[in-house]
């Protein structure tokens, strides 16, 4: 249905394409990685028709309908509603429905017998069949199911549509992509003004979207839920996997260590090469031999490694020590303009423990965590630190706050003196900083840089108490893995608000869901939280169900003890329906789980052959590198089978709970 043939771009010596030469079929559902400024957003703008390429290096089927979201936010028309303008998805039918009425009218207008009238009837009958085709007898109800999917309120309707801030507005050009039904649509980083519940929808929304996508994220969940095939850019060239994220990653892996010994190779035949030739070059009887192996080096097509070959890795330092409880936080309220945000908000942050905010935009998540770093006051409540308790926070305002003058070393160095240069530069190659970057001053910076090097800064700062708001945003997947096993090990408490559910997964142990003013507390991951708000929202019919149904009595007419038998009948069959609602869930993570201790095990049996060879001692570093490989992969391993045992636990859980109400 689209084809990409031959793309070639370049700047400078730079080669952001070489032939790129690629296609998408029909339904095909496809996630585009690549490290950041590898060319993924060009591309998609290329394959939306928004930036121009020579002829014949985009090709589309006829009638082929695209819908493109940006990364920019458009304009909108004022005086339009949000309702209005999300109709406008529909303009085509609704051009079609005005025609027909036009039409409609002349034929009243013009007699029988009058020689236009026959090609009026056929118009008519043209018109009347294509809005047939389309949905526009049910777009009332479609903008209003999506718009509310997408975290829009009936109350916000009728507002006009550039009242919006600009996370809103994107969602507003979400929503219009997806009532136009486009054939292919290509989405730029479609999650990234999403709040948890709207993220859940879309995806729910998007495994049922007949046509194909192509989509950027850096939400590695939602790749791996939605995607069956991977591209990946990466030094200008293009490949493509077959599976999701976590497939591509396994794959990627198998061909780069294939790739690497070809690299390994390649590069001591060109030494001994070089060797030779500078051996022989002055030697007239070697001229010929001279010529020859440089000209062969000539024809070599190099082989380059990826950017992301050379690992990364930052470990926070110890801590301070600080008392057991580290924070209380008691029947704190607090509102604005007179609109209250939350009330009577409660709970306890143990040491060590890490703590996920979670709930819909402009639910007060943002709100709770500037509290906490002191910069609004709350109305009324009290606030607790434990003993020795320091805070080091991240808000998207840090960016601004920088001192332009430095350059981002130097920002860095004048937080904490106690990091080497090494550590320091480690710290910020994880944030996307490397080589000469870090030489650069903050003054000439991006807004996304910027906020990059505030987290960092943060990062850096000596605290027991590390407040995050929205930390992932401008970060690659690669990125976010490397602060995220970083906040893994972290030996200090957390409180971060992230609506990237497989980012703060990995290390939160409590959820705070603030909802309509209120806080409650989940002891467990986002996925726990998430299991258990669906479970308990698929169950509330069941408990409406029971609470109405009547007590038995012995003298109750044959006709209604037979109701009630299929009654009882019916609560079983949706009791059973329930425990597999809530045990799918759990067995996903086991299944997941299962294959990732497989390619673990895998991996742990290739170290060990490795090790166990007495050559490899003879190369320390290498040496170095395999057992701390070895030793990262143990950890790991020993987490994956304690989730596997949790998973397991649980349903064990459940299956006894459940046989345990169909028996009564």
Known sequence: MLAINQLSIQFGSKHLFKNVSVRVHPGEKIGLVGVNGAG????????AGVKHVDDGVLARSKNVSIGYLPQEI??????RTLFDEAKTAFAEALALQKELDQVNHALGQVPPEDPGFGDLLHRQGDLQHRLDQSDIFTMESQVERILLGLGFSQS????????FSGGWLMRLMLAKILLAKPDLLLLDEPTNHLDIESLTWLEEFLKNHRGAMVMISHDRSFLDNLTTTTWEISL???????????????????????????????????????KFVDRFRSKATKATQVQSRLKQLE????????????TIAFRFPPSPASGRTVLDVEKMSKQFGGQPVFTDLSFTLQRGEKLAVLGVNGAGKSTLVKILAGLIAPDSGAIRFGHNVTISYFGQHQAQELDSRYTILETLSHVNNELSVTQTRSLLGAFLFRGDDVDKKVGVLSGGEKSRVALAKMIATPANLLILDEPTNHLDIQSQ???????????GSIIVVSHNRYFANSFVSKVLEIKSGHGTIFDGNIDYYLHKTHAEAASAPLKTAAAAKPEPGGNQPQEKQAKKGKEARKMQAELRQQKNREIAPLKKIIDRAEQEIEQLEARKTQ???????????KDQDRFAELNNEYTALGRKLKRTYADWEQAQAKIEEFEARFSGECEE
């Open 40 to 47: 993924k957003s060009t591309l998609l703008k290329i394959m």
């Open 74 to 79: 458009a304009s909108f028309a004022p005086g």
């Open 156 to 163: 916000d309707f009728g507002k006009d549509s550039i009242s």
């Open 236 to 274: 200008g060239e293009l490949t493509v996997y077959k599976g999701n994220y976590s497939k591509y990653l396994v794959d990627k892996e198998n061909r780069m260590i294939i790739k690497r010994a070809a690299y390994e190779n390649q590069q001591a035949m060109i030494e001994q090469t070089m």
């Open 299 to 310: 024809k070599i097509e190099l082989i380059e490694l990826d950017e992301t070959e050379s």
């Open 481 to 491: 893995e490397v602060l995220q096993e970083a906040m893994r090990q972290y030996d």
């Open 607 to 617: 170290l060990e052959q490795a090790m166990a060879d007495p050559e490899l001692y």
